[in-house]
């Protein structure tokens, strides 16, 4: 009799523990979490900004807070921009050239420093903080595969940055917003 329910069990049990494997593999059970809020701010009347934030490691390790954005003007212009922000100290980043975008098929994109825009005094840069003008080259990005984003810096080397697929369709979503 023992032997009968031990049969019973390991035919009921195998099957259970398979579907439950196939469920936790697929996330089905425990889904992944949302990557990140995107964020409405009026910044005067008449003026919105939408972003979305996420923190990026370079080739070294380092932390970078990478910063999307629309803003739309009172006069309903808009624009598009990627802030990209390191530690101070740590990397100085080249205002001179434009950031560029590769995706995993070797298209590369490039886009125009934007920085000035973002300091009071134009020609004194923070070193460590750099804006990109996103909007030209926005509709060429994939949002199925991922892209490496490198930053040029003033000792000629370059920081590279991955960015995932879900980051590059939060992106378009918060280009999206009117």
Partial sequence: MASLSRKFFSWVLLPGALILGILLGF???????AVAAIRQLEETPGQMVYQSRQTLDDQQGNRWQAIAFKRIRSDGQTSFALRLVGFPGVTAIDHSQPLVLTD????????????????????APKPNIGQYNLQPVLSQLESAIPLQVTLPTLDGNSVSLTVSPTLIAEWKTVAGYE
């Fill in 104 to 123: 995993s098929l070797g298209n590369t994109l490039t886009a125009a420093d934007d920085s000035g825009e973002m300091f009071t005094d134009e020609a």
């Fill in 27 to 33: 996330g089905l059970l425990n889904p992944p979490s």
